[in-house]
């Protein structure tokens, strides 16, 4: 094994783990063959953190800690970092923002295309019962919303813009509930 793929163990001389496939790593195995992925600065930092954590632990000695922090800092790829942690149990570092777009199906709210191909919009058909709801959702925005502005500046009706937003969002979320599935899917 070429010294730049294994950092040595500072007792023995061994290499204990190097920058192999992804296969065998125990801990985000469900993302076996993303080693390719490029990481971010925070997930360096992050990798860095948790081999500090390692080190109060008592399982790095201080040489081999600062030898791993160094390949961490200076990884580009998922795969550099989760070899520095084949030989560690938990805690490892998160790496699951290091995925390929295909893979991210919903994150953080954010909804992306599937890997298949279909997004959730292309796959729901809009019916007369959704169009109408729909409907009434803008009318509420559209007239609702300034009659409750124009009632709570002159009347002091503040609380008219309680009904307004109830109306805007069940009507809003209904409307997407009662669309159907397209034909076939």
Known sequence: ??????????????????????????????????????????ERD???STLGVH????????????ERCGRAAAARTRAELEALFDD???????LSSATPP?????????????????SR???????????ALEVVAGLSFIFGIPAAILLTVFLGMWWVFIPVGVVL?????????AKKPKPGT
């Open 1 to 42: 094994m070429p010294p730049s793929d294994a950092v040595h163990d500072a007792r023995t001389g061994a290499a204990p783990f190097s920058a192999g496939s992804t296969e065998d790593r125990p801990y985000n195995s469900y993302m076996a063959g993303n080693g390719d992925i490029r990481i971010s600065s925070a």
């Open 46 to 48: 992050d990798a860095v």
């Open 169 to 177: 969002i069940v009507a809003g979320k209904t409307a997407e509930a």
């Open 102 to 118: 295909a893979q991210l199906i919903q994150k953080a709210g954010q909804l992306v295309r599937a890997p298949g191909g279909a």
């Open 55 to 66: 080190l109060a632990a008592g399982r790095l000695e201080l040489p081999e800690c600062e």
């Open 121 to 131: 919009s292309d796959e729901l058909v809009e019916t007369e019962a959704s169009k």
């Open 88 to 94: 560690l149990p938990a805690p490892h570092p998160d």
